[in-house]
Nanobody, 117 residues
Framework: QVRLVESGGGLVQPGGSLRLSCAAS????????MSWYRQAPGKERRAVAT????????NYADSVKGRFTISRDNDKNTVYLQMNSLKPEDTAVYYC??????????WGQGTQVTVSS
């Protein structure tokens, strides 16, 4: 049974930081690329960052480049998203997504991030 469990969301002031975690189980994590997506109210879900299965390459949406960092620990089956210099427009539900070697994709349930003073 595949599980992706996000944590670390919350309320933070503009300019603050949060670190999201996504704990994975039920599939071969080290063979899977992983992504973070976000969805703001009334908007489409969009990719924020992606990391290759071995962590060797990463990609970011232009809106978060230089502020967010995706990383992973294949021994802990966990992917992270370090978010710095947060802005109100970063407010969204953040989801992790597994892009498995079998071609199947899996989603977590999401964690709310709210950036507000």
């Amino acid at each position: 049974q595949v599980r992706l469990v996000e944590s670390g969301g919350g309320l933070v002031q503009p300019g603050g930081s949060l670190r999201l975690s996504c704990a994975a189980s039920g599939f071969t994590f080290r063979r899977s690329a992983m992504s973070w997506y976000r969805q703001a109210p009334g908007k489409e879900r969009r990719a924020v960052a992606t990391i290759a299965n071995n962590g060797g390459s990463t990609n970011y949406a232009d809106s978060v480049k230089g502020r967010f960092t995706i990383s992973r620990d294949n021994d802990k089956n966990t992917v992270y998203l370090q978010m710095n210099s947060l802005k109100p427009e970063d407010t969204a539900v953040y989801y992790c997504k597994a892009l498995t070697a079998t071609g199947l994709d899996y989603w977590g349930q999401g964690t709310q991030v709210t950036v507000s003073s």
